[in-house]
Structures are given as structure tokens and as C-alpha cells.
């Protein structure tokens, strides 16, 4: 990768932190939402959807209840992954 460019996974890492208020150092693909930054419920729904609509993931069919607490938490992996990161 070229100076100045950044990769996929560091757009996915800032994004996240920004949107979580946490340092980028804490945003790794294992990482979880809910146990590891504290993001759950309507949160965790704006950020899915603030994300689809920065990295152009269509959502169609998606069932946002699996990031909820609720049912389960989800590890990042799955931005990395929407995005090709």
C-alpha cells in the first residue's frame, strides 16, 4: 500500500472507534460490540446502519436483532467481512 492510502480494515477500524468514542487500538476484528465496547440495542442498530451507508453494504434481509445483547453478541469480524477488508 502506497503512502497516504489506507486500507479497508483502517477505514473500518476509524469509522468504528469514531462512531464508538473508543481508540482505534481497541477495534480489532474479534472485538465484540456489546462486551468489549459497550454498544448494544438502538446504538448497535444506528451503527450497523451508519455503516452500511459509509461502505455501501446493502443490508437487504438482514436481521439486526443478532447484534442486540439480547440475541447474542457480534464480533466485528462481520464489518471486515461486509466490506472486504
Same mark, same amino acid.
Given at each position: 500500500? !502506497? ?8 477505514? +473500518?477500524?476509524? @469509522? +468504528?472507534?469514531?462512531? =464508538?468514542? +473508543? ?20 446504538? !448497535? ?5 451508519? @455503516?452500511?451507508?459509509? @461502505?455501501? +453494504? ?15 453478541? !457480534? =464480533?466485528?469480524?462481520? @464489518?471486515? =467481512? =461486509?466490506?472486504?477488508?
Amino acid at each position: 500500500m !502506497s503512502a497516504g492510502r489506507t486500507s479497508k480494515a483502517d477505514e +473500518v477500524r476509524a @469509522f +468504528v472507534a469514531a462512531s =464508538c468514542a +473508543v481508540d482505534r487500538g481497541r477495534v480489532q476484528p474479534e472485538t465484540r460490540l456489546y462486551e468489549d465496547l459497550g454498544v448494544n440495542g438502538d446504538d !448497535s442498530n444506528d451503527l450497523l446502519r451508519e @455503516f452500511a451507508a459509509k @461502505f455501501q +453494504v446493502d443490508l437487504t434481509g438482514y436481521d439486526t436483532a443478532h447484534i442486540s445483547r439480547a440475541r447474542g453478541s !457480534s =464480533c466485528l469480524g462481520r @464489518f471486515w =467481512c =461486509c466490506c472486504g477488508g
